[in-house]
């Protein structure tokens, strides 16, 4: 079974990332405030889905823990878990957006869930529904019978029409910390038996992006690949990331106001297979790490992994803040450039010849706003 599969949190203890909302769902369990419709919207990924099932599974608990939790031991956990529940009903609006499915909803609504306990019924990405299915949707939200819940999970809320948003509670779930997905993969390696190091694992977490799915989907991969070892340089060979050392080199070379081995790196990058794209983007996000490592207060900001961290603040002590602010300029103009351009290759060569020159022409300009200072001050 794959991890994210495996792995799937089963309780709203073991959910990353996301405590403001967990903890608020669990107090709502605990005192019997539970709206009768809820909203969970944010990336992919991140445990929208998840959470609709456990909190599902706690309404119908028949031991909810003090803490708020499902027993998952009881009757209603056991079908539930075990996928033949009759009071939980799970609907993909990607593939079932149609009037006909939602009126097959509403008419299924009118009915007392066997058993007892409330009928609950999860929409996945119900921003795929059609205008007319939301409309058909609207009055049994407004007003459900007493024993319905509803639980939407969407990517897109901006596609939601705003009176369905208007009759839920809403829940907006955050891209995962960096440093929480890391923490959650070297646990699995733990529980596993397999080897890593934990710039492996970080290096995982950045391409991820906050999504969860997304690291454990790519963690798999690495895994069967390398024989179960995670290590820094596995991660870069399999994932083909750009390793961090081409930008730092680059730097030096850009220091050192030397343009051809800009570009003798650069064609050592183009050589290895690398697009195009990800080394201008890289490079952007390279130099506004740079910026950020300036000062103890933002450089928290930079996702990247510690050894890597370390190296730039290094750099950026010792880096002149007007040099990184245009070299950053340079790379974001030439990035909103890089679709429009008939030769990208080219116009990145460019970019670096004139970070490159970079140092001089600040050194000039300088020099003569000094000069011309002075001119007007003697007369």
Request: one cysteine or more; charged letters at 25%; a negative charge.
């Amino acid at each position: 079974m794959v991890s994210a599969r495996k792995y799937r949190p089963d309780t709203f203890a073991t959910v990353v990332g996301q405590a403001h909302i967990t903890n608020t769902l669990r107090n709502a369990l605990k005192m019997n405030t539970l709206a009768h419709a809820f909203l969970f919207t944010g990336p992919r990924g991140v445990g929208k889905t998840t959470c609709a099932r456990i909190l599902a599974k706690a309404i119908n608990c028949e031991h909810l823990t003090e803490s708020g939790e499902p027993c998952n031991a009881c009757n209603s956990c056991r079908t539930f878990i075990e996928n033949r529940s009759m009071n939980i009903h799970e609907m993909d609006a990607a593939s079932n957006n149609s009037v006909d499915d939602i009126r097959s909803i509403v008419e299924q609504v009118r009915y007392s869930p066997a058993g007892g306990g409330k009928s609950i019924y999860i929409i996945d990405e119900v921003h795929m529904l059609s205008t007319a299915a939301f409309n058909a949707f609207l009055k049994t939200l407004e007003e459900p019978p007493p024993h319905a819940i509803f639980i939407l999970a969407t990517t897109e809320k901006q596609k939601i029409l705003p009176t369905i948003l208007s009759r839920c509670q809403k829940f907006d779930f955050r891209r995962i910390r960096l440093d929480d997905i890391s923490q959650h993969l070297k646990d699995i390696c733990e529980q596993e038996g397999i080897s890593y190091e934990y710039g492996g694992l970080q290096q995982i977490a950045i391409k991820a992006d906050g999504a969860l799915r997304d690291a454990l989907s790519l963690f798999d991969q690495i895994v069967s690949f390398s024989n179960r070892q995670v290590t820094f340089d596995i991660v870069l060979d399999n994932l083909n990331l750009l390793d961090h050392t081409y930008f730092f080199r680059l730097t030096d070379a850009i220091l050192k106001e030397d343009p051809a081995e800009s570009l003798v790196i650069f064609n050592e990058i183009i050589d290895n297979g690398f697009d195009l794209y990800n080394v201008l983007s890289g490079l952007v996000e390279h130099f506004r790490n740079l910026l950020v490592a300036r000062d103890s207060r933002t450089a928290a900001f930079m996702e990247t992994s510690d050894n890597v961290r370390e190296t730039y603040l290094e750099y950026a002590g010792r880096m002149d803040a007007t040099l990184l602010f245009n070299a950053f300029n340079l790379c974001s103009e030439s990035e909103l450039k890089f679709k429009n351009t008939g030769n990208p290759r080219l116009l990145i060569e460019l970019l670096l010849l004139k970070l490159s020159s970079l140092k001089r022409v600040i050194h000039l300009q300088t020099s003569d706003l000094l000069a011309s200072g002075g001119q007007k001050k003697n007369n």
